[in-house]
């Protein structure tokens, strides 16, 4: 590190951090202008790592968490989240909107009822700070990746509570619309679907499928958003994702259910569609071979015991399909 560039020790960082935290307005403003230009300087010297940034997001998370005023809080949720821009190295930038989101899923079950909305709110305003940067960088390919990444391995689809994701996915549209234009490419959208997707494929939890379809896929199927999406890209997701074994069957329904009205809502034809599905024809294979194994045990030993098997399997297919039908 340069002899005179600013350091900060284990002591100064908690200082920092005290600072913002603390319940006297002008302290924690003061406290906010020095972290930025520390901020910005270790940026320019390079110097600055995630373990730094860590430490001063508990600081600046405090802040927000005794900010008492409406107006006020939602000024010094903007003026943090625009930190993201001031950085002149887009790996910061990118490290910090990291921290923020590592910050509010490690901090999200701590947070009482009273202070929900101002975080809710604080969520949405680094949302669209974070998309800003990227519209300013051009919706730069790299940026656009690790931006969404950040947000599928820090929230969408962490150990986190869902109700984090559910948020995001109740204000995304919202937020990019107000930000896109007609020559905004379709990544980050197309990207950040194909998060909820991986969501819908894994989870046990039928509410929170029904939410997500609600508030991200249903618009879509319905053409009630005016966004550009690639829903080619979208398909082959969900085709490779509906095809995995372990999947449950409730989801992988589901999966080729959306694949198939997106198709229908990009006006895909059905032609131009990969198979749908290497599951589903190898299990129609399975049954065929099963069929003739058992035509084949009837010709050769016409005794009752293959007919009383070959009949408790039907109750069992038909269980399992009644099954289906009832969820």
């Given at each position: 590190?340069?002899?005179?560039?600013?350091?900060?020790?284990?002591?100064?960082?908690?200082?920092?951090?005290?600072?913002?935290?603390?319940?006297?307005?002008?302290?924690?403003?003061?406290?906010?202008?020095?972290?930025?230009?520390?901020?910005?300087?270790?940026?320019?010297?390079?110097?600055?790592?995630?373990?730094?940034?860590?430490?001063?997001?508990?600081?600046?998370?405090?802040?927000?968490?005794?900010?008492?005023?409406?107006?006020?809080?939602?000024?010094?949720?903007?003026?943090?989240?625009?930190?993201?821009?001031?950085f002149p190295s887009i790996e910061d930038s990118v490290s910090f909107f990291s921290g923020f989101c590592e910050t509010i899923a490690r901090e999200w079950v701590g947070i009482d009822r009273q202070r929900l909305d101002k975080f809710y709110m604080f969520i949405k305003t680094a949302l669209k700070c974070v998309l800003e940067f990227c519209a300013a960088n051009s919706w730069n390919d790299e940026i656009v990746n690790n931006v969404v990444n950040t947000l599928d391995v820090r929230i969408i689809n962490s150990p986190c509570p869902d109700s984090i994701a559910v948020f995001i996915s109740e204000n995304i549209f919202s937020i990019y619309s107000e930000i896109c234009n007609d020559s905004t490419?379709?990544?980050?959208?197309?990207?950040?679907?194909g998060c909820y997707i991986t969501v819908l494929s894994k989870t046990p939890k039928k509410d929170l499928s029904r939410v997500l379809m609600a508030n991200l896929f249903t618009p879509i199927i319905s053409n009630t958003i005016d966004l550009k999406i690639e829903h080619q890209q979208l398909i082959s997701l969900i085709t490779d994702l509906a095809v995995q074994p372990s999947i449950l069957t409730r989801n992988r329904k589901l999966l080729y259910k959306l694949r198939n009205d997106i198709a229908e809502a990009g006006g895909l034809a059905p032609s131009a569609l990969s198979p749908l599905g290497k599951h589903k024809r190898e299990e129609k294979v399975t049954k065929d071979v099963v069929d003739d194994e058992n035509v084949?045990?009837?010709?050769?030993?016409?005794?009752?015991?293959?007919?009383?098997?070959?009949?408790?399997?039907?109750?069992?297919?038909?269980?399992?399909?009644?099954?289906?039908?009832s969820e």
């Amino acid at each position: 590190m340069p002899a005179n560039g600013p350091t900060i020790s284990d002591d100064a960082h908690i200082s920092f951090a005290k600072r913002l935290a603390h319940n006297n307005r002008d302290t924690r403003k003061a406290a906010l202008k020095k972290v930025k230009r520390w901020l910005v300087t270790k940026s320019k010297q390079g110097t600055l790592d995630h373990g730094e940034i860590m430490k001063i997001w508990k600081g600046l998370h405090y802040s927000m968490w005794y900010s008492d005023k409406p107006l006020t809080q939602e000024s010094l949720a903007l003026d943090i989240s625009q930190i993201v821009s001031l950085f002149p190295s887009i790996e910061d930038s990118v490290s910090f909107f990291s921290g923020f989101c590592e910050t509010i899923a490690r901090e999200w079950v701590g947070i009482d009822r009273q202070r929900l909305d101002k975080f809710y709110m604080f969520i949405k305003t680094a949302l669209k700070c974070v998309l800003e940067f990227c519209a300013a960088n051009s919706w730069n390919d790299e940026i656009v990746n690790n931006v969404v990444n950040t947000l599928d391995v820090r929230i969408i689809n962490s150990p986190c509570p869902d109700s984090i994701a559910v948020f995001i996915s109740e204000n995304i549209f919202s937020i990019y619309s107000e930000i896109c234009n007609d020559s905004t490419p379709p990544q980050f959208i197309t990207k950040i679907l194909g998060c909820y997707i991986t969501v819908l494929s894994k989870t046990p939890k039928k509410d929170l499928s029904r939410v997500l379809m609600a508030n991200l896929f249903t618009p879509i199927i319905s053409n009630t958003i005016d966004l550009k999406i690639e829903h080619q890209q979208l398909i082959s997701l969900i085709t490779d994702l509906a095809v995995q074994p372990s999947i449950l069957t409730r989801n992988r329904k589901l999966l080729y259910k959306l694949r198939n009205d997106i198709a229908e809502a990009g006006g895909l034809a059905p032609s131009a569609l990969s198979p749908l599905g290497k599951h589903k024809r190898e299990e129609k294979v399975t049954k065929d071979v099963v069929d003739d194994e058992n035509v084949s045990v009837n010709i050769q030993d016409e005794t009752t015991e293959p007919k009383k098997k070959k009949k408790k399997k039907k109750k069992k297919v038909n269980q399992s399909v009644n099954f289906l039908i009832s969820e």
